[in-house]
């Protein structure tokens, strides 16, 4: 268990809809980090808070929002789902992106499956 | 700007015998290096990881790997396979501004 709770595990929607993922970090790490991995695109670093603040953008659509609140949790908002959204995405937590740079210790939640028909 | 390359996609190997998984980096500084390991419907785990001490390092489960400047290499070993090691192999590079790069990953099949 790496300490880092993603919800819900599995989501099914229609296109044209929007969804909301949710992260909890490993209790003390103020760095959040979100990626998408889909059989053709592998695993795509999407964007990364830091306390609160972004602090590196990736690969990620317009159609794509998030954000860190106080608690530091995070949310992924995904909205106009197109097909090509359908991928497990990721959410991981480090104690802070220079510690995660130096060390590797990035620590990963089990996904959250999306699925849009 | 850092980039890895996974040299293969999929290695097949039986249990019992050696693994050997190819990851070369691009890199303008000193580079930390990691892999990471994903079994089926799991995230992401921390193998090993190369941070300028010793070039070969040691990491869970068996397995190993040995930072090469000169080749600008950093491949992952493993003596002798076994089913459980069946999944997922990343590599991953930082760059200077420790943002971390991962490779698209090898899937490893352990055949009995």
């Known amino acids: 268990d790496s300490g880092v709770t993603q919800t819900p595990k599995h989501l099914i929607t229609a296109t044209g809809q929007r969804v909301t993922l949710r992260c909890s970090p490993r209790s003390g790490d103020l760095s959040v980090y979100w990626y998408q991995q889909s059989l053709d695109q592998g695993l795509q670093f999407l964007i990364q808070?830091?306390?609160?603040?972004?602090?590196a953008k990736g690969n990620i659509l317009e159609r794509f929002s998030a954000q860190q609140f106080p608690d530091l949790h995070s949310e992924l908002n995904l909205s106009s789902l197109e097909l090509g959204d359908s991928a497990l995405y990721f959410c991981a937590s480090s104690v802070a992106p220079l510690w995660a740079g130096i060390t590797g210790e990035l620590f990963f939640g089990e996904g959250s499956r999306l699925t849009v028909l | 700007a850092q980039s890895v390359t996974q040299l293969d996609s999929h290695v097949s190997v039986s249990e019992g015998t050696p693994v050997l998984l190819r990851c070369n980096y691009s890199s303008s500084y000193s580079p930390s290096l990691f892999w990471y390991v994903q079994h089926p419907n799991k995230g992401l785990q921390l193998l090993l990881k190369y941070t300028s001490a010793a070039t070969l390092v040691k990491g869970i489960n068996g397995f190993e790997a040995e930072f090469k400047k000169s080749e600008t290499s950093f491949h992952l070993t493993k003596p002798s396979a076994h089913m459980s090691d069946a999944a997922e192999y990343f590599c991953v590079v930082s760059d200077q501004d420790n943002d971390m790069r991962f490779g698209a990953g090898t899937r490893l099949t352990v055949k009995p």
């Open positions: 808070y830091y306390n609160g603040e972004e602090r």
